[in-house]
């Protein structure tokens, strides 16, 4: 698990817990692009705060990630962000370059001051941890309540060169990532060795991200740190791939997939989740219908509860569908778990069938389908079940 | 418990579990002015699509309400409508009144077909069942998870009489009523001797509904079946009491008691609820906004669930409100649990005064208040933590 042009690390920095990774950082050997999405929460983490405005303000390249697990930096004030540039400068002294290329990323409990000590005190090892195969220790290190780290590869073919986009995720709780545009705390890194036009790389990040992580939900409950950084070391020395040129093509494709499969590591990978279902609502009037309806059954306690119970309760179901403040037609209703159409016309089809659907929710990713009968728009999220370990996780969290 | 005018019974009809009373009477001794309100919700039930069309042609006058729990006839097509006709003939028959007198509620399992066999078998010893106290045995065959029967009273004092108000609830899941006005599957059923304006029934009843019902919340999930009725016999043949008159303001002060207090029980007992949290928000620009974010409060998982844990994690609390869709300013925002203050211009005040709130959600009722000082209007929900027992109870319903 390499990427050329980059280097990562981690270490035990005792932020939260003793023992474990927690702090980690990327480095890029020269300025690399970089592109991002930050949350839509109005309550926004001081790291957000900071990306966001170094981002909306010229194109700013990257040399440096520094991103810690145990803290969220959120709801922390004013001196949350001077912490923000504390860590900046800290990381910059040690890596000998400007603080203005440090991006920082925190994930953890909200409300508590950042132990700047500990960063301190952690910073020279955490720069010498750095090496090009330092990627484990760094997807290990940005970890909470997710049970394992999560990693997605793929090889993005040009003419005369193959490049490879490299995409590290975490997720888990406070999962309805709802991101400008996309969104979770979530966060993501994407990094490829090829050269990005700065606009292009922020055009393709958008494009993947809606795609991806604006169309999951664990709890709905849209963080105030979900970030989403990719980063264009352009180490492989291509021309610099702009919406224009062939292999632009090429390249969203293949970060779309990388944001997809990473996207559905974190459903599956929820708080508390057995099953990663994908809520598919199609036959609307709009897309903008269908992706409340959508949104709204996901994040439905009744309905997740029962996906928890693998029961095809498809009452449940359409109850939510009927309250998201959307006119529907009871009569033109027809509902299927995977191929097995449990609603027809409104009415449920019958025991037989359910009995069939029963037996697909034991698997660990089917597909929901609701058709309105209304139209051709169509919109799907993907959610998980809401289960009796997720209220035990948040319940002990801050305990 | 006795209202005059009115009898009611219940028996035992099999109608999903033997041996227990799901199916209830009420009958006005003559013919009683109705008032009601329903569910918001786009997929309404059989009996509520019934209701709904009876109350918006005319001034019904009902003699009978049949109630049955167990089945709530949603998502039951047109036999479903078939069976609620059936059912006002079948009681209508046995009374000897008119089936245009007649009202239905259901509440249960949605999807499943009604037995009308069992119905028809059990109505004459249903009838036969009427009695003046027979509430006792109407509010227990109503109830559904509900762990027990919901009853309030108030008395009203006329210039010469006493009139006097009996409400019966059902609640426990299903409940985000957003009745039209007022919502949950809450049924509720609201019963006086004094003789009202059928127009001030359905105003006092709708004012009433919106303050009590409608700001309560246990999963959100708003009910296909969620009915509200005021029936009003004049059986203490005073002057019909209208608006204009100076009684209005005793009753509707009475009525919203009532309401409130049925209310505060559903919630109370609520799917697995341990307890009853007023979200009270305040310093909105709008009510709207206050709305907004007060439910949004009140659903989000992470918010019920550190509830349950009796966490005072107000981070959850904060980063809710921030993604209700309203600008807010984090700088002005105080949080109190009950009188204690635990965030002070967006920042945590400290683990003392945590410590403090930690204490006070361990009571049965305590309130959440957030101040977002942005201006001067508030609006305030009740709702209940989201506990391992409201998984398992939703996990299990139909098996």
Known sequence: MEVKGFLAGAVKAGIKYENRLDLAMIFAQSPAVIAGVFTKNEIKAAPVIMGMKRLAFGRPVARALVVNS??????????????VVQTMQLAAD??????REVFVCSTGVIGAPMPMERIERAMPELVNS?????????SQAILTTDSHAKVSERMVQLTEKTGKILGIAKGAGMI????????????????TDLALEPDFAQKALNQAADASFNRILVDGDTSTNDTVYLLASGALENTPISETLAEAAAFQEALSQVCEELA???????????????IQVEGCRTQEEAQIISRTIAQSPLVKTAFFGRDPNWGRVLAAAGRAGVALNPDTIQLFIDDIQIVKDGCGVGSEAELQAKGRMRLS??????NLGLGEAAHSVITCDLSVDYVKINADYRT
Do not use: Y
């Open 264 to 278: 559905l590591m974190i459903v599956k990978d929820g708080e508390g989740a057995g099953m990663a279902v994908t």
């Open 365 to 370: 990713e089917w597909t929901l389908r609701l």
């Open 130 to 138: 750095l090496r090009p195969d330092g990627f484990d220790a760094f």
């Open 176 to 191: 309805g990532p709802v991101l400008g545009p996309p969104h979770a705390t979530m966060l993501v890194f994407l990094l």
């Open 70 to 83: 145990g803290n969220a930096n959120a709801c922390t004030g004013t001196q949350g962000l001077k912490d």
């Open 94 to 99: 040690a890596l000998k370059i400007d603080s």
